[in-house]
């Protein structure tokens, strides 16, 4: 049973085109891929990894990540990045609880006929009118995220913020 945090960075393609830019200016074009990484909040270890290109959201990395972990996952902890429904959808047909803050702007989903619709979401958003944003990121374990932050850091640690190809 896997709590697991998920963040994403953004890591800058070093190559020929950055030998351009040096050369003859600045490029409107400049190429970027994002790194998205799952990791177990109680062990520290990367459960699964996605490189995308820079046009994929973190929502949509979503799907592929769940997918490589072959162990349960009882909840998911991500920033508000992640607060999209698709992302709900994905964690509700696999029975994970999402702990996703929801944007400031967030108003309660609802269906054609008015009535409140079923996502931890709604519930969340009625949770942080009673408790207030802090005592819904103490109750929630919310704050276990930020070990998703320290999981980007000491990925850039170790392997730098560019990726480059020896060809």
Not at 24 to 29: D, E, N, P, V
Not at 35 to 51: S, W
Not at 84 to 112: F, H, K, S
Request: net charge negative; glycine share 6%.
């Amino acid at each position: 049973m896997l709590h697991i945090v998920v963040d994403s960075t953004g890591l800058k393609v070093y190559g020929e085109g950055e030998w351009m830019v040096r050369k003859h200016g600045a490029s409107k074009r400049r190429v970027w891929c994002k790194l998205h990484l799952a990791d177990d909040v109680a062990t520290g270890m990367i459960e699964a990894v996605e490189l995308t290109n820079n046009s994929i959201t973190d929502a949509q990395a979503v799907k592929p990540l769940l997918d490589q972990i072959t162990a349960s996952i009882t909840t998911f902890g991500g920033d508000d990045a992640y607060h999209q429904l698709q992302v709900y959808d994905a964690l509700q047909e696999r029975a994970i609880t999402p702990i996703i803050p929801p944007r400031r702007n967030a108003i309660v989903w609802i269906d054609e006929a008015d009535i409140d619709l079923e996502y931890p979401r709604n519930e969340d958003l009625k949770a942080i009118d009673e408790l207030g944003l802090w005592g819904w990121n103490q109750h929630s374990r919310y704050h276990q995220r930020s070990l998703a932050e320290t999981l980007m850091f000491r990925w850039k640690s170790t392997f730098g913020e560019r990726l480059q190809s020896l060809s």
